[in-house]
């Protein structure tokens, strides 16, 4: 998989993902919904709520269009998507290209990469990150959805077990992690771990209920809401995997793991010999120019999941 | 703290422990029970109970007294403690330091040290590891006594948490870890790392229900059983815990951590440039001549929870 350096980008306009662990708070101080709308551009947000992870749509896009009201956005639109024809509606997908943040409920990932993966919508999503800087949020199905290799079905519940999880084709806005959710909530370290010693190249990110990744694409991470993120770095595992039955519980020695609790930021470490040009390009806004660099430890994942890639 | 080093034994008597995780099965296989009897001595076992973990010692005595006699153990002798003054009985203590093995039953841990720490009976266990060569098992209770720093008290359901849990002075047969048990079954590993993140010196060992830790010292370690064994490691942590307040989750970066499930099993590395004479002078027996070395991710692992210490 080849993939492009982090590139400066025009005025500022990074894009960004807020990437939650299902069960966001809308009732009270809303502080993650409340940040996308922010990250989206407030009262001048144009927001589009894609429901299509989700049986009950209509349902779905009253709640968000509700808050996200509440929160000050006024130019709110449901991507109502009753078939995958529709995800190929050219006029749809032009008015997602035009929106500055999108916005994917919770639901079934699988159901949602299904009606939309490859579309002309799916196109139009990457373009609206990749060229005009927009913020990009989901939850729960919606958080997984967004890297290229999804957590697609299956459970461990107590230890790890070869097989039991399986990935599908996600939409990519973020490459070489699989993400899960409900994380702490729903004890899914063995799930993530199951994925982990059968893809090490893949690093683990799991997201507990009412807690967002923020991503600012070439400049940091930040975590917030109520929980933390737990990222499993499984690249330097000696493991059997390979040689152990389907079922069986693999060795594992050597899982890096990192607790992210929320309040933590760290901005994408400047490489040796170079200043981190997006840092001071843009100056203000976002949690980079607060954000201490990522420690060694931690830096590859800031690397990863702050990268552009080929499609956004 | 200053350790000695592994020093040679004489006659190949290193000493076992069996740290088991609560829950060892008793109906069918016993695997784990029939193993601590195998290491006793079988037949010739002169196995000793200690029941005081437990309010109901009388169950305890009569539970493990059948099922050691089911395994061919013969001599078997309940060490009651009504009170902290027959832990101090010479008598008592000088029939425990001729026994072959010795089992604590589970029960509560407090309990347990509370009744035997720092008495004569404590000092016989210690003799009989450290002059003889017993096995000491230990269930639950049991086994979270075994180490210096011992788990006393508390929990941290979801996520790690500062001031949660609280460490006690425990029986010291292995140092430089905390043990936890029932680990994967009621989700303690963020009970772990708040041990962990506030006490990086102690590496954390949790070990499933029907699950055991089988430590041959100077030699090796097998884990058998039903579940696996988790180590924790945290003595790369960069973390924030000194700073925040008492309940607060710790960010946590680099916890390096290791999954060794029932049938695992690791050699002592042989130290550069010397042969391990423990091996090579016992020949027979345990896993230790089958046992692949450690790798070095583990190695410190297996020679910390190997090791002899000051007083065994």
């Not at 809303?30 to 009950?56: D, Y």
């Not at 995800?87 to 409920?105: H, K, L, P």
């Not at 999880?165 to 990519?172: I, K, R, T, Y």
């Amino acid at each position: 998989m080849s993939e492009p350096d982090n590139q400066a980008f025009d005025q500022g306009q990074h894009g960004h993902l807020v990437i939650v662990g299902g069960h966001e708070d809308r009732e009270s101080s809303k502080e993650i919904l409340s940040r996308f709308v922010q990250l989206a551009g407030g009262e001048a947000a144009v927001i589009a709520v894609i429901t299509a992870a989700s049986r009950v749509p209509d349902t779905m896009w009253e709640r968000y269009d509700t808050v996200f009201r509440e929160l000050g956005a006024r130019d709110i639109v449901h991507v109502a998507l009753p078939d995958r024809a529709t995800a190929n509606d050219a006029e749809q997908a032009a008015r997602v290209r035009g929106c500055s943040g999108i916005w994917m409920t919770g639901g079934d990932q699988k159901r949602l990469l299904a009606m939309i993966g490859g579309t002309l919508l799916d196109e139009a999503m990457h373009g609206a990150l990749k060229e005009s800087g927009a913020c990009i949020g989901g939850t729960s199905a919606g958080a997984s959805a967004m890297c290229g290799h999804m957590l697609a079905d299956g459970k461990a519940d107590l230890l790890p077990e070869k097989g039991s999880v399986s990935l599908g084709a996600g939409l990519g806005f973020v490459q070489r992690v699989v993400i899960d959710q409900h994380f702490s909530e729903r004890h899914r370290l063995a799930r993530l771990l199951s994925i982990v010693a059968q893809n090490p190249y893949l690093l683990g990110i799991g997201i507990d209920e009412d807690t967002a990744l923020v991503v600012e694409r070439g400049v940091g991470i930040e975590v917030i809401g109520a929980g933390s993120v737990t990222v499993v770095d499984g690249r330097h595992v000696v493991s059997n995997v390979a040689d152990i039955a389907a079922g069986g519980t693999p060795q594992m020695i050597d899982v890096r793991l990192h607790l992210l609790p929320s309040g933590s930021s760290f901005a994408l470490p400047e490489e040796a010999g170079q200043q981190n040009q997006l840092q001071r390009a843009t100056g203000a806004g976002d949690m980079a120019t607060a954000a201490p660099p990522a420690p060694p430890a931690l830096a590859d994942f800031v690397r990863i999941v702050t990268k552009r890639n080929p499609r956004s």
